[in-house]
T-cell receptor
Framework: TQLLEQSPQFLSIQEGENLTVYCNSS?????LQWYRQEPGEGPVLLVT?????EVKKLKRLTFQFGDARKDSSLHITAAQPGDTGLYLC?????????????FGGGTRVLVKP | NAGVTQTPKFQVLKTGQSMTLQCAQDMNHNSMYWYRQDPGMGLRLIYY???????DKGEVPNGYNVSRLNKREFSLRLESAAPSQTSVYFC???????????????FGSGTRLTVV
């Protein structure tokens, strides 16, 4: 069974601080995706990382895929209140048709002004 | 750019009542999914459809049925609602069809269902 564990479960920081969210598994994933979900809305895809060791940047967000493709991290620099939300990682379920994803439990981030 | 449209947005049901949640996508995606999201439980897959004409069970299918009406539409039916089915339901779609799964999902904005 492929499981994705996210840590921490909840993070509360002041505007301007940095934060890192982790997504870990004992299984190898061919890729990992990161989503952000704002209150009252569905998750929105932020990025997909495919290659072990890959680093992708999206403005103040930096995503890294572990060399062994078992883990990923999301780092936010100088967080803003607009970064508040639930961050979810997800990876493809092996031997399952239909692009089936396994989701982590999420990290809830609160950025206070 | 409608993306994934879910109806209704809110619903209150009495125990034992039935209802159908509707979902439609306009992106010509192959696969569609129904999830429920509960506090502390994350997103749990109820049913999914890898292509038009096929459906498969996810983690928590009991109490639900689905219909992939055509490539655009994927509905979720609760035959006899129970309080345990109080949740937020999300429909999603993706381009992916086969076993290689690197495509992202597009989610609808959700249906908030309360069963009393």
């Amino acid at each position: 069974t492929q499981l994705l564990e996210q840590s921490p479960q909840f993070l509360s920081i002041q505007e301007g601080e940095n934060l890192t969210v982790y997504c870990n598994s004992s299984s190898v994933f061919s890729s990992l995706q990161w989503y952000r979900q704002e209150p009252g809305e569905g998750p929105v895809l932020l990025v997909t990382v495919v290659t072990g060791g890959e680093v992708k940047k999206l403005k103040r967000l930096t995503f890294q895929f572990g060399d062994a493709r078992k883990d990923s991290s999301l780092h936010i620099t100088a967080a803003q209140p607009g970064d508040t939300g639930l961050y979810l990682c997800a990876g493809p379920t092996i031997k399952a048709a239909g692009n089936k994803l396994t989701f982590g439990g999420g990290t809830r981030v609160l950025v206070k002004p | 750019n409608a993306g994934v449209t879910q109806t209704p947005k809110f619903q209150v049901l009495k125990t034992g009542q039935s209802m159908t949640l509707q979902c439609a996508q306009d992106m010509n995606h192959n696969s569609m999914y129904w999830y429920r999201q509960d506090p502390g439980m994350g997103l749990r897959l109820i049913y999914y459809s890898a292509s038009e004409g096929t459906t498969d069970k996810g983690e928590v299918p009991n109490g639900y049925n689905v219909s992939r009406l055509n490539k655009r539409e994927f509905s979720l039916r609760l035959e006899s609602a129970a309080p345990s089915q109080t949740s937020v339901y999300f429909c999603a779609s993706s381009r992916g069809k086969g076993y290689v799964a690197n495509y992202g999902y597009t989610f609808g904005s959700g249906t908030r269902l309360t069963v009393v």
